[in-house]
């Protein structure tokens, strides 16, 4: 019987981040607000950092309409590598791309971008072709409405993408609240506003415990 459920594992996995660009993000994306857009993909990006993911970050016209990608991806990772893309629209035709990949040496590719219809789906989809477990962060990749994410991820899903958001990323590569209770904690509260009421609650009961 295939096995239904793969996880994600910290040790095979990388984080690709396409065109998240400032042009294309205030132009384009319309399924999320733009501050929630904004910290759903800083989350994912802060993420692959608390778990020592290599991020590959690649950028299309950067120069023109679309803008230089969200700085707070470079200042998180300032040593990722950049793929300024000349004209290729799905970046898995890009040979620099598709080369930092391999250089990574991980069989498990987390992907996001900006647009969730081209830029996420296509070198997705073309990733699932060269043999590569392909995880796409629905949150993190955003587009002009609802309706056309929806028929963009089920093209995925079809493929067979895995479809996730970055709060299960995080849970999943996690594990157990054991392995860093306080540093995952943070993670969460730092884009989960609502969880800034769970924290506050277990720092105050530890704070009872010990009086």
Partial sequence: ???????????????????????LISSLV????????KNNVVALADTAKFFDLPVILTTSFENGP???LMQELTELHPD??????????NAWDNEDFVKAIEATGKKQLIIAGVVTDVCVAFPALSAINAGYEV??????????????????LARMAHGGVQLMNWFSVAAELQRDWRNDVEGFGNLLANHLPSYQNVIGSYLSAQKDLSE
């Fill in 135 to 152: 995880f796409v962060v629905a949150d993190a990749s955003g587009t002009t409405s609802k309706q056309v994410a929806d028929a963009a």
């Fill in 66 to 68: 679309n803008g230089p």
């Fill in 30 to 37: 319309r399924d999320y607000g733009v501050d929630t857009f």
């Fill in 1 to 23: 019987m295939t096995d239904l459920y793969s996880r994600i594992n910290k040790d095979d996995a990388a984080v690709l981040l396409v065109d998240h660009q400032t042009g």
């Fill in 80 to 89: 990722a590598p950049i793929i300024a893309r000349p004209g290729q629209i």
